[in-house]
């Protein structure tokens, strides 16, 4: 599986570079998420750009690590629907809703950017 690792201080993001996400690649995202998430990221990007294709057990991985970060106080954010199909899926099994999804991985970034630092100021409230 070519899956590229982009590793920083508030974020992680994992950009698959397969054009199928598909029972063949699933488990082994599967995997990739529980790993990461057992190395402590907070926040993990998922970047789709290079897919072209998802079928279920593909939805299935994506739908993991939504579960994974949204059992902590991080986030789990996918980005890069720029395909037709993939995008079309997505919002066909309603997962737009359920999903945090950005344009791009940029996006994303500056999205966690702002909950860390309002999750700061809120905490600096408190005190």
């Known amino acids: 599986m070519k899956l590229t690792v982009e590793k920083k201080q508030n974020y992680t993001v994992l ?3 397969e054009k199928n996400l598909n029972s063949t690649l ?8 529980i790993i990461k998430r057992n190395e402590g990221v907070k926040n993990l990007i998922l970047d789709l750009s290079s897919v072209t294709f998802v079928d279920s057990s593909g939805l299935s991985a994506i739908l993991t690590a939504h579960r994974l970060w949204g059992m902590g106080d ?4 996918l980005t890069g629907l720029v395909n037709e199909n993939v995008e079309k899926l997505i919002k066909i099994s309603r997962l737009d809703s ?3 999804i950005t344009e791009n991985v940029e996006d994303a970034i500056a999205r966690i950017e702002v909950d860390e630092l309002e999750q700061k100021l809120n905490s600096d409230k408190e005190e």
């Open 98 to 100: 359920v999903f945090s």
């Open 15 to 17: 950009a698959l570079g």
């Open 74 to 77: 991080g986030q789990f954010i």
């Open 26 to 33: 699933a488990p082994g995202l599967k995997s990739e998420f």
